[in-house]
């Protein structure tokens, strides 16, 4: 079975510019979150999706945005690329069905870097 | 405050030697579950295990055990017999059942290092 997966791989951009980002997550799983991990800052949680609604956002401005399409996969924009946005975008999906203890599995990420 | 802290940020273990990583969280609810990744240095995060706050045994895995401690909130993750493949950046992560928002909140992570 397919786990999550990510493109591009790679990307650079110009300061400025936009970036798209998508996931495809594991079949049958209906929620998606998008992460991001710049250099030294751990794991930022930045958006979760469900069922083809935005459920979640974290502390991000606007310029993040992203959409879940009804095959459940999701794409992830980031707008007006600004250098710190250089991370690495990390995707991941898992059923939702309440609780804790549903398991989130994530894909190999994306790196972006801006130059 | 943290949410989950790790305390570690580098550790060194002998090759098929046990090596515990250490974590430990905060929250008021009572249901709340606490998860293990680890992240290669190719990105991808691995998930590893699971505890969650009602379960009286504590998770195992393969090579993997969750040191469970409710009272103390310590979630420490034990390696036995390391391999040079367990060299990786490892992350701890809660999910709180008063969280709307269904994220996993993650520590700072601890890299390991494995020495042959």
């Known amino acids: 079975e397919a786990g999550v997966t990510q493109s591009p791989t790679h990307l650079i951009k110009t300061r400025g510019q936009q970036a798209t980002l998508r996931c495809s997550p594991i079949?049958?799983?209906?929620?998606v979150y998008w992460y991001q991990q710049a250099l030294g800052l751990g794991l930022q949680f930045l958006l979760w999706y469900d069922e083809g609604e935005e459920r979640n956002r974290g502390n991000f401005p606007p310029r993040f945005s992203g959409r879940q399409f009804p095959n459940y996969s999701s794409e992830l924009n980031v707008n007006a690329l600004e250098l710190e946005d250089s991370a690495l975008y990390l995707c991941?999906?898992?059923?939702?069905?309440?609780?804790?203890?549903?398991?989130?599995?994530f894909g190999e990420g994306s790196w972006l870097t801006v130059v | 405050a943290q949410k989950i802290t790790q305390t570690q940020p580098g550790m060194f273990v002998q090759e098929k030697e046990a090596v515990t990583l250490d974590c430990t969280y905060d929250t008021s609810d009572q249901s709340y579950g606490l998860f293990w990744y680890k992240q290669p240095s190719s990105g991808e995060m691995i998930f590893l295990i699971y505890?969650?706050?009602?379960?009286?045994q504590n998770a195992t895995e393969g090579r993997y055990s969750l040191n469970f401690q409710k009272a103390r909130k310590s979630a420490n993750l034990v390696i036995s017999a390391s391999q040079l493949g367990d060299s990786a950046m490892y992350f701890c992560a809660m999910r709180e059942a008063n969280n709307a928002g269904n994220m996993l909140t993650f520590g700072g992570g601890t890299r390991l290092m494995v020495k042959p």
């Open positions: 505890q969650g706050s009602y379960d009286e």
């Open positions: 079949s049958g799983h209906t929620s």
């Open positions: 991941a999906s898992s059923l939702w069905l309440g609780g804790v203890g549903n398991t989130i599995y």
